[in-house]
Every structure is written in structure tokens, then in C-alpha cells.
């Protein structure tokens, strides 16, 4: 009973000192002190396509988001996206986000950005640490930089200590297949409307057999060569090692940027032996989370390239730990995106706070992925989607993510 008694005494003084501190001076940043988080909820969307289209590991049927809107007690209200992949259950993340995390972090400052990181991040290690876990972390912690740069009135790169570049080219995603394969020709068009549009980089989905992957390039890369146009490739780790470098070799000419995601994530050895063996690039990371999975695959050479999604890294802190290690390692970073506006927007942020790789007068820029496939709600979540003008899209500068979040889209989608 005297223990009881003690405890329910520390609860009331603590109690009594955080009301307090509710009548701090002013001078401090809006709500620096007081500000508590009061809600965390999330949003799972879905809705069926019309025409469903493949990738190399399966249809797909609809399209989903994740999202997480956090709210303070002061009125601010922050939004994230939880990278759900092409195959994924929005649900999953949602329901972390909401048994895991919400009440873990509700009553804590929203601004203390690090620290609530790492009380996730440790205490869901033992079921964590990658996926859809890494996923729902990514997505609060994203809302949560979009409250503080909404709380200090600033966009989230400057917080991050300011931009390097304040616009960026964005590359098309994009030749999906309808049927699964012998699609060279409908593809063909599909380049020329993008390069119509105004993209310079392009990247083709492969992975649907490597005679057919072979005849695909050959027909895109004939009809973009001399238009100034750059392809990549992204495999969605279709193949073993063999087929991959049979692949690579077949593509040699081609002058890609890069080759995506050629073998399984977890197969480093094979990343490595490829990028011995390949003469382009090859790149990888939308599938690795966090510090310890991306120093694993720098320390086995597997990338020259990491692609971390800021939906499924881990965070604006993993993508930080993430630049560091890179740089150490002689990598670039070019940031995966394939959410919705919400988390293209927090790409963004992320792409303006990035430092150029290999520093140089004229040195090679990150390109923004810019998903080309359907999605019906994708630009319907925000008033201000991002959009290409003159081949490139504005980094915005408005405070936090810099977007106002649709309630009517989320509403007319949730689950
Ligand atoms: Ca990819």
C-alpha cells in the first residue's frame, strides 16, 4: 500500500510540473515546452484499378496508401506515409502504427524528433527492425517533422540544415505490362509520350523474362537513342545472378544509369559479384531499412547507388545515418519514392537536404522518382500536388512537408 501510495504521489507531482510548464515565457517557438502530442491516427486507403497492371512480382489490383495524421494539443496537425508497396495490405503498417506506436508517443513533445525515433525504433527491435514495422516508424516520424517544421514556420529541409538544390529533375516510372509479356511495341509509345511530356530519364520495368526484357530495351532504347534521353532499368529483383549478368551484358550500350534491384535484397553476395561484373551502375535499398541494414550493404559492396525509400528507411533519421554511411562509402543516394502525394512530398524535402555525392563543379544531381502508373487518389490527397514544368518540379518551400492534406480524398478512400 506504501508503494502504491508513493507512485500515485510521483504521478500527481509529475502531473503538477507539466502543467507548469503550460505557462512558459514566451520567446520560445511555438508550443517548444508545452506542445504535446494528442492523437495518432491512421489512414489505410485502398481503391481497385480499373486496369490492373504487373510488375515483375505480380499484378497489381489496387492501389493503397498508408498514412498517419498526428494532431497537438495546440491545434497542429502533421501527415506521413508508410511506403506500401505494390503487394502490400495497407492494414499492416496501419494497425503498428495504431497498437505499437500511437500510444507510446501520445502525451510526448512532437518536436523531440530523435528521441521518440530511437523509443520506437528500440523498443520494437525484437519484431522490427525492417519492413512494414521500419514502415509505420517512417510514417509517424515523417509526421512529426511535418509538425516541427510547421510549429518553427520553416520547410522541413531547412531544419535539416537547408537545401542544396531547391528543384529537381524527375525521372518517369513507368512501362508497366497489361498482359505480361511481348508488350515491346505498346512501350515503345509509351517512351514517346514521356519524352513528349517533357522527361529526360525514364525507367523501364523489367523482370519478365530476359528474352523479353532483351527485345524490350532494344525497341526503347532504338527509338530514344539521340533524344536525349536516359533509361534506367529496375528488375524488382526478378532474377538470379546468372540471368542478371547474362541481362546486364545485353544492355551494355545502352548508357544506363542504373540497374535496379537486379537480384533478391537479401542476396549481397550476388550484388556485389554483379557490380564487379556489370558495367553500369547498380542500385538497390527500397527493400533495406535503417543504419544496420544499410551498412551491411555498403560493407559487402552491393550498391554504387542506394535507394532508400523515406516511407520505409526508417525516417528522416535512418536517411541521415544513411547519407553519412554513403559518403563514407564513395555511394550515392538517389531517394525511392511510389506513394502517394503525401510521401512525394516528404521525398522532396529529403532530395533538397541531400549533398551531391561526389562534390564537383557540375556534379550529377539526384533525380526524383515520379511514379507514371495509375493510381486514383494519388494527387487527390493534396491541394498543392507536386508537378513537372519544364522538365523539372519545384521543391517547395512552405513550412513542414509544405502540403495541406485533403481530408474529403481520405475519407472517400479509407478502409
Ligand atoms: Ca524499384
Known sequence: HIRHGRMVTLLFSRHRSAA???TTPSGEPRGAIVMKIESVTAHPLRTELET?????????????????EIRTNDGLVGWGEAFCQGLEAPEISATIIRDCFAWMITGQSPLDTERLWFEMYNRSRDFGRKGSVMAAISAIDTALWDIAGKAYGRPVWQLLGGAFRREVKPYATGFYRVTGQGEAARLVEEAHMHRERGFRFMKVKIGFGVEDDIEVMNAIHAAMEGSGVTLMV?????????????????????????FEEPVV????????????????????????????????????????????DIGSCGGIPSMRHIMALAQASGIEVNPHVWGSSVAQAASLQVIAALPDAHHALFARQPILEYDQSAHPFRNDLTTRPMTMKEGRVAIPDAPGLGIEVRRD??????I
Do not use: K
Request: glycine content about 10%; some cysteine; hydrophobic content about 45%.
Open 409 to 414: 480524398t481520405v475519407e472517400a478512400y479509407r
Open 20 to 22: 507548469r510548464h503550460e
Open 265 to 308: 535484397p537479401e542476396d549481397l553476395e550476388s550484388y556485389a559479384h554483379l557490380r564487379g561484373r556489370l558495367p553500369m551502375a547498380i542500385a538497390g535499398g527500397e527493400n533495406e531499412h535503417g543504419l544496420y541494414g544499410f551498412n551491411a550493404l555498403f560493407r559487402a559492396g552491393a550498391v554504387d547507388i542506394a535507394q532508400p
Open 234 to 258: 529496375d528488375a524488382n529483383h526478378a532474377y538470379g545472378r546468372a540471368e542478371a549478368v547474362y541481362l546486364g551484358e545485353a544492355m551494355a550500350d545502352m548508357g544506363l544509369r542504373w
Open 52 to 68: 490492373p497492371f504487373a510488375f515483375s512480382q505480380g499484378w497489381v489490383r489496387a492501389r493503397c496508401a498508408t498514412l498517419v
